[in-house]
């Protein structure tokens, strides 16, 4: 079978029968194609575009301007040692937890175009730091799927670890590194001007953020045609043939498939440990449509996908394990404080511009923090930035 696969005539002969299928499932369901694209704009509009964009113009700055280089730095005695990878990629681990898919994996992808890590670095960090950020899991997941925001903190936790053990493990990915070298020097702190970063992190924060809705909107649009033809039904029931319970894989495909459709398909209200557990592996996976995300930034680049594909799997496993450990010593069915209750739960509420506001907010506070820390290790080192072009 994978003799016959390799064959490119066989491939082309696919890809055109499955084209020819998406057009007679376009033509004999027209209002379903259009219900899933509104869905899509939808989520573009409210979520994807105020959460990504600011944080894309950050690790874009971060690296152009050489703070990243310069926190390597120091974080150099501490990434080494853990993952293996130079201090520089510190900035894509930080930006990957608190700007969500796929902040990180983004900025792991400049901190290589620079020369900043080589290309077995980059591939490392690309297995563990594209994750979710806190507010999707809190407010989202949390209050507005689970309800409990004790559930959502319980997930963010075990996501936060499960990636950190996927880069500890992933660490020995590679082989030895002869002399502790790596293997593409990096190149000297670059030179730009502010109005030249700023204009080309603005410029690419947007076509990156276009290219992610475009996805979005596909998959969403694939999701209600394979739900509307009956196709996830059929693959579910394939799934409950190999042990699985009919409702747990109808839900485990959706998750495969597209992230927020799986998650949102796990409210209930009985066997609390497994849906919760099954949010866990769906948050570490991600879903295709994330992966279709990253894999665009990747086309031209050299860097594996298995490695990335096989780091998000482990990811998922990991964290679906941690979190079914847990909920056995906590009682997520104690109730919450009001408070808590209410903060996660205006987070899931969030509109375009209050989500716009937060986001740029964050982002700034982001950006302020790193600069800060670059200028007192420079000022302990006795150095001097690097002079701007004119």
């Not at 016959?4 to 084209?19: E, H, Q, T, V, Y």
């Not at 994807?48 to 280089?69: H, T």
């Not at 800060?372 to 302990?380: D, H, S």
């Amino acid at each position: 079978m994978l003799t016959i696969l390799r064959k490119s005539g066989f491939r082309d002969a696919l890809a055109g029968l499955a084209l020819l299928v998406a057009t007679a499932a376009l033509v004999a369901a027209p209002k379903e194609a259009i219900a899933g694209a509104k869905d899509g704009l939808t989520l573009c509009f409210n979520v994807i575009v105020p959460s990504l964009f600011p944080f894309f113009v950050l690790s874009s700055l971060v690296v152009d301007l050489g703070l990243a280089a310069y926190l390597g730095r120091a974080m150099e005695g501490l990434m080494r040692p853990l993952f293996r990878v130079s201090g520089s990629c510190a900035a894509a681990v930080a930006l990957g937890f608190i700007g969500g898919y796929p902040v990180g994996a983004r900025t792991a992808l400049q901190l290589y175009q620079q020369g900043l890590c080589s290309k077995t670095e980059a591939e490392r960090l690309l297995a563990f730091c594209n994750n979710s950020g806190p507010a999707f899991i809190l407010g989202v997941v949390g209050a507005g799927v689970f309800g409990d925001g004790r559930v959502g903190l319980l997930l963010y936790l075990t996501h936060a670890l499960a990636s950190v053990m996927v880069g500890l493990l992933f660490r020995f990915y590679g082989g030895p590194e002869r002399g502790g070298v790596p293997a593409r020097r990096p190149k000297p702190i670059g030179t730009v001007t502010l109005p030249a970063a700023f204009t080309g992190a603005v410029t690419r924060a947007m076509q990156s953020t276009l290219n992610i809705c475009g996805f979005v909107i596909f998959f969403a649009v694939v999701l209600r045609m394979l739900s509307a033809f009956g196709v996830l039904s059929a693959v579910a029931d394939l799934l409950s043939l190999l042990g699985f319970q009919e409702e747990w894989a109808r839900r485990l495909v959706a998750g495969l498939l597209e992230l927020s459709s799986g998650v949102s398909s796990l409210q209930g209200e009985a066997q609390l440990a497994g849906r919760v557990s099954m949010a866990a592996f769906m948050l570490g996976w991600a879903g295709l449509s994330v992966h279709c995300q990253v894999l665009s930034f990747l086309v031209d680049s050299a860097l594996s996908a298995k490695v990335y594909l096989a780091g998000k799997l482990c990811h998922g496993l990991i964290a679906a394990g941690l979190t079914y450990a847990l909920t056995k010593v906590v009682p997520l069915s104690a109730p919450v404080a009001d408070y808590l209750i209410d903060q996660t739960e205006s987070i899931a509420a969030l509109d375009f511009s209050s989500a716009l506001a937060i986001s740029t907010v964050a982002a700034f506070a982001g950006w302020l923090t790193i600069t800060a820390l670059c200028g007192v290790l420079l000022r302990k080192k006795g150095g001097n930035p690097p002079r701007k072009g004119v």
